[in-house]
Every structure is written in structure tokens, then in C-alpha cells.
């Protein structure tokens, strides 16, 4: 069973700055493009990051961009979302997410991920 396992959440202030970080043992980490999505009460999950493969390639919803950044370290079987000038309307549970797909088509869909995390809570207080 392919586990992805996030950390880093936690309550920070607006304007303040969290890394979340996204581990798996799974040695096709390599292979997969790994996203970020989020869901706050009441809403419905959005993406918010994905970074290909290779590494190359990133994408990011207008809301995020300028203030997050997702990275990848093939070493480590880990991704990273570097949020910061985080505001209160960030706050919801972060999942990560994998795809093994080659493409990056549709890749803002969550339907396009085949693995996910079990969640890691952001709260950013006003």
C-alpha cells in the first residue's frame, strides 16, 4: 500500500511562513509528478501545486502565486510547498498527491492523482 505521509502544518500568524513536506518509501517516487491540494471547511478540495517528474516543469493556482513554492528532492523521496506572507484564507488541511501519469495535462484535476496523503492542518490566524 503506497503511503504518503505530510507534516509540517501547524498555526502560524498572517504574514508568517510554514514548509510542508510530503515523504513515501516508494521508490517510484522518481517517476511520479507530485501535487498540492487543499480543502477549508465547508469547500471543496483545490489544487494548489504540482511540480513534474523531472522537476522541471511547476504550476501553481493564481491565489499562491509569488508567495508558495513547491520543490522536490529525489534523494530524500520528498516534496516541499514553501508557503509564506500566508493569509487567513490559506487555513484548510493540505494533501499531497501523487501521479504516476507522464503528462501534465489536467494536472489542477484531483480525480488525476492516484495517491494521497492523509492531510496536514494550516491555520493562519488574522
Known amino acids: 500500500q503506497v503511503q504518503l505521509v505530510e507534516s509540517g502544518g501547524g498555526l502560524v500568524q498572517a504574514g508568517g511562513s510554514l514548509r510542508l513536506s510530503c515523504t513515501t518509501s516508494?521508490?517510484?517516487?522518481?517517476?511520479?509528478?507530485m501535487g498540492w491540494f487543499r480543502q477549508a471547511p465547508g469547500k471543496d478540495r483545490e489544487f494548489v501545486a504540482r511540480?513534474?517528474?523531472?522537476?522541471?516543469?511547476?504550476y501553481s493556482t493564481d491565489s499562491v502565486k509569488g508567495r508558495f513554492t513547491i520543490s522536490r528532492d529525489n534523494a530524500k523521496n520528498t516534496v516541499y510547498l514553501q508557503m509564506n506572507n500566508l493569509k487567513p484564507e490559506d487555513t484548510a488541511v493540505y494533501y499531497c498527491?501523487?501521479?504516476?501519469?507522464?503528462?501534465?495535462?489536467?494536472?489542477?484535476?484531483?480525480?488525476?492523482?492516484?495517491?494521497w496523503g492523509q492531510g496536514t492542518q494550516v491555520t493562519v490566524s488574522s
Open positions: 498527491a501523487a501521479d504516476s501519469r507522464y503528462s501534465d495535462t489536467s494536472y489542477y484535476i484531483s480525480g488525476e492523482y492516484e495517491y
Open positions: 516508494e521508490r517510484t517516487f522518481t517517476t511520479w509528478s
Open positions: 511540480i513534474s517528474w523531472t522537476g522541471i516543469s511547476t
